[in-house]
């Protein structure tokens, strides 16, 4: 991972302005002004001048800040992800040329801090977990394991979906809203993170679009040693992925992701029932979720996003997981606060 993946996408730029306001307070105070005043030229500069004078701080302290508040940081910016609106002030603030310059002396340090080397590792498979959280309208994802069933049931109504879309005549403009992930959600598949050593699974917290959920369980799995999984290590494996396996959605996702992207035209996702007759699994990397979500990204005959697809989940396409022990408890009493160990679950 280097400064440039971090600065070329809205995920990984807001990772680096939650860093930032852990360095120096200011720039949280500075950041919000600027983001609140977008025609105010003399706050965005101040605002730049902050982030741009936070190095060189020691890279000790730098390092020790990103792995001192490496889980809070990251959820900052999953958390204020939006693929159905357009971007808040602040990721709007940080888009601008001149803060993405701002920005660069703090990525590179960053990207060398050795507590975010992890975040361009593949798919963990010897600590992988299934979260489920307390939501009683939720099926269990293990009692739902038919893959082939669940991919041909995703891909026809993903296909009734676009069928039942506002025509392309509707103006773009419109406040019409839709399907706007790019993943195989909704589905019954094993989802999958690793367990870090602090903070339990990593699908614990850092979560797109959650819903404040206080309780969770937490299922160990073992990993079939020939399961194939692909990497999506940045922009362009998931640009590979797409192109290898289009399936067009414009009409469902033209309105939303217009409105997250500013891009206009036909749009694609991966078609995850034919991937499945190749890949086992598809693995997001921490560092491939903050250079490649939200971007409209260029592919064949017109674009792409990938949406809702979280930091280091693998999303398993084929029957290569099973639970390998007891599930275990989480809690936290609200939302902002970290996930404890509850209790082992029968």
Known sequence: MDAQSLLAGP????????IGHRLDQQVWNLGLIAAWAPDDVAARSAFCEAIATLVPAPARVISN??????????????????YWQAPDDEDALLARPECIEALRTLATAVSAAPGAQWWESPCAAESQRIVAFDNPGRDKQESRWDFSERLANWSIRTIDDEASAPELAVPVTERISGPWWSIPNFTGLAV???ELTRGGPIGLTLVED?????DAEATPVSVAPSARVLEIEGPEAWIGLVERFPLEVTR?????????????????????LAASTVFDG????VAGYLATAGRALPVAGGHTVLANFNPDETYWLADMVRPNGSKEGWHRDREEEPWEHAANVP
């Not at 959650?210 to 206080?214: A, K, Q, S, V």
């Open 282 to 285: 598809v693995h997001l990397t």
């Open 11 to 18: 995920r990984g730029r807001r990772l680096l302005f939650a």
């Open 192 to 194: 999958t993170t690793r």
């Open 252 to 272: 469902s996702r033209r309105h939303n992701w217009w409105r997250a992207t500013g891009v206009d035209g036909r749009w694609f996702i991966p078609d995850w």
């Open 210 to 214: 959650g819903f404040g959920w206080t």
């Open 65 to 82: 800040v990103v792995e001192r508040f490496e889980l809070a940081s990251l959820r900052e910016s999953v958390d204020r992800a939006m």
